[in-house]
């Protein structure tokens, strides 16, 4: 069955970001002069996904103010003849279908994940996570993981691959194949594994294509690491009934969340536009001194 729909939570807490998060969603925290969030959408739609079902949470109004229309600055934006910025502001919003619902108390990604199960029908699903920004290397990370789950037509977890260092700090994947091919089928995943405990360095990386069945198990998901329903636990559980594979992308990852993924994501897209990159690359000499 094709994949149609796509779901980000966006309802975390994002203390990790906090004073900021207090009152700005971390998933509107603009990377050079676009939220995150937006770039995420823009990923589901070059990758072919129109209907977009957005999690939110109480204080997250600034993520539907930004999709929805603003007739008034429109209108302005008209009357100027600001035509290119009237483009900035309504181009996403012309063509997609996005939705939202709200989480009303973070339990969790797992918890999260559960609040699209209406919206989602029993369909399978693409699962991207609104802090987690990728520059696929061909194509949008999204895109490569749909193309491998029409192979294997089961849940597939993007994944990447990280450093020793790094290991303890991901959901990490025990695989049936120790092959380092892109495309494996998962053994189980382990969540934040101590470096000697891993069995492999394919980390989780916040792109997911999954079955319904997935809702079926979250319903019943007990609370696990952090006090929180776990995406990571049910989709152990659903190991039990279908293959699931892993998918290695091949891109960058930033995690938006973490101040130092937010600030090497702003300078990589900083430098990469052509109107500031000669600016903003003299500034950081200068700076270095
Ligand atoms: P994180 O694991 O980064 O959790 O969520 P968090 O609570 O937002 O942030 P920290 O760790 O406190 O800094 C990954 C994604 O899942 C969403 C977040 O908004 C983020 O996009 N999420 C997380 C929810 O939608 N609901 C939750 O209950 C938890």
């Not at 990377?31 to 997250?60: H, Q």
């Not at 995406?231 to 973490?258: A, C, Q």
Request: proline residues 4%; contains cysteine; hydrophobic residues 40%.
């Amino acid at each position: 069955m094709k994949v149609k729909k796509a779901v980000i939570p966006a309802a975390g807490y994002g203390t990790r970001f906090l004073p900021v998060t207090k009152a700005i969603p971390k998933e509107m925290l603009p990377i050079v002069d676009t939220p995150t969030i937006e770039y995420i959408v823009r990923e589901a739609l070059e990758s072919g996904i129109k209907d977009i079902l957005i999690i939110v949470s109480s204080n997250k109004n600034a993520i539907v103010d930004h999709f929805d229309r603003n007739f008034e600055l429109e209108h302005m934006l008209k009357e100027k003849n600001k035509l290119d910025e009237l483009e900035k502001i309504t181009s996403v919003t012309n063509e997609c279908n996005i939705f939202f619902v709200r989480q009303k108390e973070q339990l969790g990604l797992g918890h999260a994940v559960l609040c699209a199960k209406e919206f989602v029908g029993n369909e399978p699903f693409a699962l991207l996570l609104g802090d987690d920004l990728y520059v696929g290397e061909e194509k949008p990370a999204l895109k490569q993981l749909l193309e491998a789950y029409d192979k294997v037509e089961t849940s597939v977890v993007g994944t990447l691959y990280v450093d020793d260092w790094d290991v303890s700090k991901y959901g990490i994947c025990s695989l049936k194949d120790f092959r380092r091919l892109p495309l494996l089928e998962l053994d189980s995943l382990i969540e934040k594994p101590a470096l000697e405990d891993a069995p492999s360095n394919l980390a989780i990386g916040g792109r997911y294509i999954l079955t319904p069945k997935i809702f079926e198990l979250l319903e019943t998901q007990k609370r696990g690491a952090g006090n929180e329903i776990q995406l990571t636990d049910s989709i152990n559980r659903l190991l039990e009934y279908e293959k699931v594979y892993s998918y290695e992308i091949s891109g960058r990852r930033y995690d938006i969340g973490s101040v130092y993924g937010f600030v090497d994501a702003t300078l990589d897209f900083a430098l990469k536009r052509e109107d500031i990159r000669d600016r903003i690359s003299d500034l950081i000499y200068k700076k270095r001194g």
